[in-house]
Every structure is written in C-alpha cells, then in structure tokens.
C-alpha cells in the first residue's frame, strides 16, 4: 500500500469517524482504519446518544430515513436501590422531543451510519485491518504500519482513536495502561420485547422512550452503576462496576447481571422478554487526572483512548465525538499551515480545555479521589438501603406521630453512614468531590 495520505484515523468508533468526517468535508485526504469487519462489527452497546454533538456534524440528522435512531427520550429516571425497593428521581417533559436532547441507539447501526457519513464525504475506509504500530521519523509520527502485505500508511498526522486499551497510546508512552480502579467492566444484555409491551410498561408512545439509571444493592456493595435503555422492540440492560472492586469480590460478570435481573422491579419490566445478545467491555473511568497527553508531534488522541467519559453522567459517545472533530479541527488548521509539530497540534488541547468536556470532567475531577477515601460497601450499600428504608419510614401510615417517623428517617441515614459527624464529612466531601 505504502502511500502518503493528510491523515490516517485508527478507529472507526464514535472519536475516529466523527474525524474522518470533518477533516474529508474539508477535502483533505484522510484513511479511516478499522480492525472489524465493519464499524460497529464488535459492539452490541445499545445507549444514549447526543443531538448536540452529531448535529454539529450532520445538520438534521434526524430526519434522514436511516437515521439510526431507536427511541427519542422523553423521560430519564434514577433509581436509589434497596433489596425489594427503589427510590426514585425523574424528569419528563414534552419540550425534549423536537428537537430531541437525545435518544437510544445501538452501536451496530450507529457506528456504520457514522463512518458511512465520513466515507460519502470522501474519507477512504479499510476494514478488517490492524495497526499494530507507529511509523516514526525521530520524535514525530509519520504514519502506522498495518497486519496486511506491504501496509504501511504514511500521514502527516495519525489520529489515535483505538478504544480503552489503546496499543498505539501505550506505545506512544503517553499511558502506561488503565489501573484496575480507573475501568469499569460493563456487562449487558440486549432483551427482545414487543414495541406495545415497552410502551405500555414505560408510559410511552411512537417513537417516545425512556432511559433508567440506578446504583445501590444492584452492585453487590460494589462502585458501580446500572443502567435500563428502551430500543424500538428491545431492552438494553446492563451494570459497570470497577474493576478492582469486581476482583477483591470474586464476583463472575454474568452473575452481577444475573443478580440485577432478578430485582423486582427490574424483573417485572423484562418479564417475558428473550436474550438476543450479551456482551462485557471496559469503560476508561479515571476521570480529569488520568487524561493522558492528546497530542504530539505527527500524531492527536481522542475517545476512550484519551480516557474522555463523564461517568458521573454517564456520557462517552458524545465527548468522544467532540474530541474527534476538534482533533480534525487542529489538524486542518496544521494542514493550512503546513506545521505538523507538537506545538501545532496543541491546539487540539487547547480546544479541548475550553470545551465542555474538560470543565465537566474537571468539575468532577474529585470523584475518583472520594471513592478511594470510603469503602464500596457505605456508598453503594449501605447508604442507598438507609435512604429507602427512611422513605418507607415516611410513607408509612401506621399511627406514630410523623415528627417521631422524621426521627427515625434521619436516624436511619445517620446510622448507616457511621454517625452524624461522619455523615457531615461525606456531605462536604462529596460536594468538594463534584465542584472541581
């Protein structure tokens, strides 16, 4: 192969494609490579995805009749769990449908639009193929070496965009590898459910859905999230839980799934319904301070391979998105320039410091510190059951005096957090935690 092309993307996820796509609007001659047979070929995520961050990219992207659009959401949920129990928060509101804030999707579909887009834009796509090294000239990259016969692509930039365990980021020295409390491990199951069934069970209509996130005795004790997606005729349901919390306990994967399935009100929204796929990956959770360098001399690095997910919030497709188009950014501006230095390419982290990814995830860049700081088991345990036992207090009509039942409420939490001077210092701690 052994040609020279502006730029050669590795990865055609969320990051890589949304970069391919801006830098082949902007006529620059660009390689998309992806190790799947197709884009999307290894994922059966089924999430939430963004307008914002597509639309900046494709303009009303939602009125094509492809579009790979699931459920637009209506209504997000939380759910503190207890053992047969759940306390809730939720907003619906009818503003979110045109134009949607956001909406389900499966990645199998998604990925393939994506890279279809930057493809019909002109970026040049090969598949089924690995970059299993950087090409160097000194200190600068000058392209990546392919697992095909004579597949050495020469680019005046490389956009690194392979996933959490990036080689080619570990290569480049730039991370040394994830530790076990920086990733999540994911597991999740696509569950088939006829369309009337979703909308009758989650009181919605056409093309409505709702997403559902929960923490509490659906982990086990452990630091983790779960996670409920309506698709058109399917359920996407899964929790992530960290890795060194998974194996100090011993736990297999399908196991904590299995125990989620079998939460009353999680079995009764599933009921019926039959396990098309299941799947494990990891998620990079190491917040702001584990954000390695994005860019060098001849190369930038975007998506999960820069560690760019707000777990707070749960998002990580559209930083990823927004990352790849402010590295296609920089790199047509180092194009023009014909400067493809560190120095150059900085304004890629120049961007993206001024970006909302960087102020949210530096808002939230004590989290990881605050999970360190309490066991597992107080936060994601304990507290959660505390909290739905108060509300039974509360809801409780049973002839005590409701000042009495407000006491044992409050008794309850103060309880469980270990006193209420501990309980105190959680509070301040965790808003320290979530206020940069």
């Known amino acids: 192969m052994n040609e020279a092309f ?15 796509l801006k830098l082949a609007q902007a006529g620059l001659k660009v390689v998309l490579l992806e190790r ?32 790979p659009i699931e459920r637009s959401i209506v209504e997000q949920r939380m759910w503190m769990m207890g053992k047969e129990s759940y306390t809730t928060f939720s907003h619906r509101n009818e503003a979110f449908k045109e134009p949607m804030n956001c909406f389900t999707g499966l990645r199998v579909k998604f990925d393939q639009w994506l890279a279809g887009k930057a493809v019909e834009a002109g970026a040049i796509p090969v598949y089924e193929t690995t970059a299993v090294e950087l090409l160097r000239h000194g200190d600068r990259v000058v392209g990546v070496r392919t697992d095909r016969d004579d597949g050495d692509l020469y680019a005046n930039v490389v956009v690194i965009a392979d996933g959490v365990n990036s080689l080619l980021g570990k290569s480049l020295g730039v991370h040394r590898g ?36 929960f923490m509490g005795e659906t982990s086990l004790g452990m630091a983790g999230m779960g996670f409920l997606y309506t698709n058109k005729e399917s359920i996407s349901l899964g929790i992530g839980v960290m890795v060194n919390d998974l194996t100090q306990r011993g736990i297999k994967p399908y196991e904590l799934l299995d125990s989620v399935k079998q ?6 929204l599933i009921q019926g319904g039959e396990r098309k796929e299941y799947a494990a990956h990891l998620i990079p959770e190491g917040g702001f301070r584990s ?23 749960r998002e990580g497709t559209n930083l990823a998105m927004k990352s790849g188009e402010l590295a296609a950014t920089a790199i047509i501006e180092a194009t023009n320039q014909g400067d493809f230095s560190a120095q150059s390419l900085g304004r890629y982290d120049e961007a993206m410091r001024a970006s909302f990814i960087m102020k949210d995830l530096k808002k939230y860049k004590g989290m990881h510190q605050l999970m360190k700081d309490y066991d597992s088991t107080l936060l994601f345990d304990k507290i959660p059951q505390a909290i739905n036992q108060a509300a ?11 000042e009495e039942k407000q006491k044992q409420a409050i008794r309850l939490v103060k309880e469980a957090a270990g006193g209420t001077l501990n309980l105190v210092k959680l509070g301040i701690k965790g808003w320290r935690a979530t206020n940069g």
């Open 6 to 20: 502006d730029a050669v993307v590795v990865g055609a996820g969320p990051a890589g494609s949304a970069a391919a």
């Open 36 to 67: 799947g047979e197709f884009p999307g070929a290894k994922n059966v995520f089924g999430g939430v995805l963004y307008r914002k961050q597509i639309e900046d990219l494709v303009p009303e992207f939602w009125k094509e009749k492809n579009a």
């Open 178 to 213: 994830w530790k076990p409390d920086q990733v999540s491990l994911v597991v999740k199951e696509m569950i088939a459910l006829p369309k009337e069934k979703i909308e009758d069970r989650f009181n919605v209509e056409g093309d409505e859905g709702v997403t559902v996130e």
């Open 263 to 268: 939460h009353p009100v999680i079995r009764k």
């Open 291 to 313: 954000i390695p360098a994005l860019s060098g001399n001849g190369w930038c690095l975007a998506g999960d391979a820069a560690q760019l997910v707000n777990f707070v919030h």
């Open 392 to 402: 039974f207090q509360m809801f409780s009509v049973d002839g005590v005096a409701k």
